[in-house]
């Protein structure tokens, strides 16, 4: 294996998991159900039940806490165009951030062409 292969993504994960692994262009046709259709592969469209989806693929809710005191700048318009004044949030935000149809993703294939993970949208 050349050098630019060994540290290259495709050769990481092709040393991870013994060479049955290939990373593929994929554009998505539909977002529900998902059906993701294979770059240079017009046959091979592969659907929900062989492909995993990373959380940070999909609309998700979380917690998270926004603060604003003295040293931090928030600025935003206001009823009388000031800026913020000292805040404290904390509760749950809804990530939307799901594949949609004509993106185009990165894809790891592994056992043998029977299961995808999709790595991350290209952007």
Request: hydrophobic letters at 30%; proline letters at 3%; a neutral charge.
């Amino acid at each position: 294996m050349e050098e630019s292969e060994q540290t290259s993504l495709k050769g990481l994960f092709q040393g991870m998991c013994g060479g049955d692994v290939q990373v593929l262009q994929g554009i998505v046709k539909s977002a529900s159900p998902l059906k993701i259709q294979i770059v240079n592969d017009e046959k091979l469209v592969i659907g929900p039940n062989i492909t995993y989806v990373p959380r940070h693929l999909t609309n998700y809710t979380t917690t998270c806490s926004l603060s604003k005191g003295a040293r931090g700048s928030v600025n935003g318009p206001t009823s009388d165009g000031s800026g913020l004044t000292d805040f404290n949030f904390s509760g749950s935000i809804t990530v939307y951030n799901a594949l949609q149809a004509g993106e185009t993703v990165h894809i790891l294939s592994f056992n043998h062409g029977k299961q995808y993970y999709v790595l991350d949208r290209i952007s």
